[in-house]
């Protein structure tokens, strides 16, 4: 299967910017989806963005503007770009994978917090 390992993650002032990465190993012929989760304490997982392998890309209305989700195929990496940042940004950003449909692969998470 497919193992996913984020990086990037740390405090920065409200405004500011952060880059997330996430590297895939394993099976990554087979990964259909690639996207980006985030939970805050008290709040549900939401999606944050997402993009396949035919690189159709979607993000959560809240992100729109302010992150983008590319991707480099040759280093197998898929990024979040983090612009504006906000306090209610702060969260456990997690990597995902989907290679039939089913989010199956997460990588163990990545801090991001977010100061007033």
């Known amino acids: 299967q497919v193992q996913l390992v984020e990086s990037g993650g740390g405090l920065v002032q409200a405004g500011g910017s952060l880059r997330l990465s996430c590297t895939a190993s394993?099976?990554?012929?087979?990964?259909?989806?690639m996207g980006w989760f985030r939970q805050a304490p008290g709040k549900q997982r939401e999606l944050v963005a997402r993009?396949?392998?035919?690189?159709?890309?979607y993000y959560a209305d809240s992100m729109k503007g302010r992150f983008t989700i590319s991707r480099d195929n040759a280093k197998n990496t898929v990024y979040l770009q983090m612009d504006s940042l906000k306090p209610e940004d702060t969260a456990a950003y997690y990597c995902?994978?989907?290679?039939?449909?089913?989010?199956?692969?997460w990588g163990q998470g990545t801090q991001v917090t977010v100061s007033s």
């Open positions: 993009i396949t392998s035919g690189g159709r890309l």
């Open positions: 995902a994978a989907a290679p039939d449909g089913v989010w199956r692969s």
């Open positions: 394993g099976s990554i012929f087979s990964i259909n989806a």
